[in-house]
């Protein structure tokens, strides 16, 4: 069943139980492990090729350092160690490193990567919904990661109830704000022009940290003239923004004001603006 346009799912009951299994296909999550099993592959055969090198050149003759050095290759690499079969022969020019890629190890690695099990014993009418509502599970799992990380809501000292309730209120603030600017980031998609040095270009959306990264670097200063009768004229302005700033606003809708003018009339009293 295809539940998204890059997640496949097929459901799989239990023989003698209430329990199902979920099998999950996911194409990004298959392209990201493969891209980690070339790289670990890739270094598991340079050092085997060094290893080799060495055996082949008589600078290691000890049979017993070799498979040391090989046992410690196959543990630093055990994400793919099982791919390859390895073994130290003896020929007519003495010991020598063979390896090479097991019978069916290409067959079963594109089948497992990006594959992964659910277990339930939840009932649903359809694998799709069982994994949407293992999905709202790791939804609720990630919100209590950004409160803690990056909205910094941790630590917690308050020991009246009052003030936990408030910063509860404060958390569950902050978290509707970083959804809203998730869901406003998500809803313009579409490329924002961005001018650069050879003409114009597609800029991406941005993510939230990125975005929340250009915002808290805007500021807003004060300015202060003082009046011939003693009095003071006090402005507010927001720093110039850059040309990534500047887009940043314009790809959620919003519009930045010149200038924020909280007392626009001269007052003799230095304690307001």
């Given at each position: 069943?295809?539940?998204?346009?890059?997640?496949?799912?097929?459901?799989?009951?239990?023989?003698?139980?209430?329990?199902?299994?979920?099998?999950?296909?996911?194409?990004?999550?298959?392209?990201?492990?493969?891209?980690?099993?070339?790289?670990f592959s890739g270094r598991m055969e340079q050092a085997l090729k060094r290893l080799a090198h060495s055996i082949a050149t008589g600078r290691l003759k000890d049979r017993n350092k070799m498979e040391r050095r090989l046992g410690r290759i196959q543990a630093t690499h055990a994400q793919v160690n099982d791919l390859y079969e390895v073994a130290l022969r003896d020929v007519a020019e003495g010991v020598r490193l063979d390896w090479k890629l097991k019978p069916g190890a290409t067959a079963w690695r594109d089948l497992r990567e990006g594959a992964y099990m659910l277990r339930t014993n939840l009932p649903a009418s359809a694998a799709g919904e069982l994994w949407s509502?293992?999905?709202?599970?790791?939804e609720a799992e990630a919100s209590f990661r950004a409160l803690k990380s990056e909205l910094s809501i941790r630590p917690l000292f308050h020991q009246k109830e009052p003030r936990v309730k408030a910063h509860v209120m404060v958390a569950f603030l902050g978290y509707a704000l970083w959804v809203t600017l998730k869901h406003l980031l998500k809803r313009r998609v579409a490329v924002v022009p961005r001018p650069t040095a050879s003409?114009?270009?597609?800029?991406?959306?941005?993510?939230?940290?990125?975005a929340l990264a250009l915002l808290s670097t805007l500021q807003s200063a004060g300015i202060v003239l003082p009046a011939t009768d003693a009095r003071e004229i006090r402005l507010r302005r927001i720093t110039e923004p850059t040309t990534e700033q500047k887009s940043l606003p314009h790809q959620l809708g919003l519009t930045l004001p010149e200038g924020l003018n909280f007392h626009p009339k001269c007052s003799g009293d230095s304690a307001i603006g």
């Open positions: 069943m295809q539940v998204r346009d890059d997640v496949e799912v097929k459901q799989v009951m239990i023989p003698g139980g209430e329990e199902a299994c979920i099998l999950c296909r996911t194409a990004g999550r298959k392209e990201k492990e493969e891209a980690i099993r070339k790289r509502r293992y999905m709202q599970l790791t003409g114009v270009e597609n800029a991406q959306p941005f993510s939230r940290m990125k």
